[in-house]
């Protein structure tokens, strides 16, 4: 199975790469990452000045996790003397995205010496604003100082992803990474009355499996408004499937960290082992391929009343439970009600045996 791809004269031998994060905050961990197979390696986010953080900085739950870190703990010096140069000398070669931040000011500084490590730059818009002005001329900032690609990470806040995308068209961007993590968000402790995990206002960011469809409909609104564009998709990406879902609405390539943080650092090679398996079971040959199809919407606004499969019905009542219709009764068997039901499906999709099918 071919899992390569490639743009912007960069190429991948799979499409999973790890998120900008604490997993690769040196050269140790990067070169950790490559060794786990990811098909290129992205930095922390470096700013002209190492961050303060707040400790503890990270809460893990199931599907999500919320976090008061920053960018990168560590001086510019020591990446630009010592973690950039290592990881060069001690990498096989894939592609290296450097993360950067702030604002203009900063790329004026960092993008100069940063250049001579990178074979592309992500930039995190995060603190920067929703004024697209700013976010255009950083851009423009930027592509002073490097013919390299730059794509800059677009944050959940932004308004409207297709303007974004629009306007860092212009300025000389090729592509966006969708999304980042969404916020501010919060997290409280009941017992101790007590805000958990936040910074010096209390608030954190909230990433993980919880943000994938939101970064899916992200992903798919900036390539339909800018198809030239590349996308890196990231956001709730925790399996093979998660891979090929965010491939069909326009990325070329995807990024992964908070379900590594909850699910273990070895998700990377994984999912990277699970994806030929994935691909052959919806009858794609390649990751080109995916990338390639044009993903349909057919939507409907009529649809036939529920049906129940006896035999598959455990009789658990959750659909008469959820029901938002009260369409639903349980009588010697589950039974709806024709002129009650609005055809919504979803006791359909809440059905733990998949006993209810709607034609």
């Known amino acids: ?64 996790v919320m976090n008061s870190e920053l960018w990168s703990e560590f001086p510019k010096e020591m990446w630009i003397n010592h973690f950039l140069p ?136 900036i390539k339909q408004a800018e198809p030239s564009l590349t996308v890196i998709g990231v956001g709730g990406i925790a399996s093979a499937d998660d891979v090929i879902e965010f491939l069909l609405a326009g990325a070329s390539a995807v990024q992964m960290l908070s379900a590594a943080l909850l699910r273990g650092k070895q998700l990377y090679s994984n999912i990277i082992a699970d994806l030929p398996k994935a691909l052959e079971k919806y009858g794609f040959h390649s990751v080109k391929e995916v990338i390639a199809t044009n993903l349909c919407n057919p939507v409907k606004y009529q649809a036939n009343v529920p049906e129940l499969i006896p035999e598959k019905c455990i009789k658990c009542d959750l659909c008469v439970k959820v029901c938002p219709y009260f369409a639903i009764t349980m009588r010697d068997q589950i039974t709806f009600d024709a002129t009650k039901c609005f055809n919504c499906g979803l006791c359909v999709t809440k059905c733990p045996t998949k006993a209810i099918i709607m034609k």
Request: with cysteine.
């Open 1 to 64: 199975m071919d899992l390569k791809t490639s743009f912007d004269g960069l190429k991948l031998n799979n499409p999973l790469m790890p998120a900008a994060g604490p997993l690769v905050g040196d050269d140790e961990k990067m070169m950790f990452l490559e060794a786990q197979g990811c098909g290129a390696i992205v930095s922390k986010t470096i700013s002209t000045k190492d961050a303060h953080i707040p400790k503890p900085c990270i809460y893990g739950d199931r599907e999500y």
């Open 86 to 221: 290592d990881f060069k000398r001690k990498s096989d070669g894939r592609p290296l995205i450097i993360s950067v931040g702030y604002t203009k000011e900063d790329m004026e500084e960092l993008i100069p010496l940063l250049d001579p490590f990178a074979d592309a730059f992500e930039v995190s818009t995060h603190y920067v604003g929703t004024d697209l002005n700013v976010v255009g001329e950083t851009v423009a900032t930027i592509r002073k100082h490097t013919k390299k690609p730059i794509y800059m990470k677009i944050s959940p806040h932004i308004p409207h992803p297709d303007l974004f995308a629009k306007t860092i068209k212009e300025h000389g961007a090729n592509g966006v990474v969708a999304i980042n993590s969404l916020g501010p968000t919060m997290k409280i402790n009941i017992k101790t009355r007590e805000i958990e995990y936040g910074n010096d206002k209390g608030f954190v960011w909230t990433s993980g499996p919880v943000i994938k469809n939101l970064a899916l409909a992200t992903v798919y609104t």
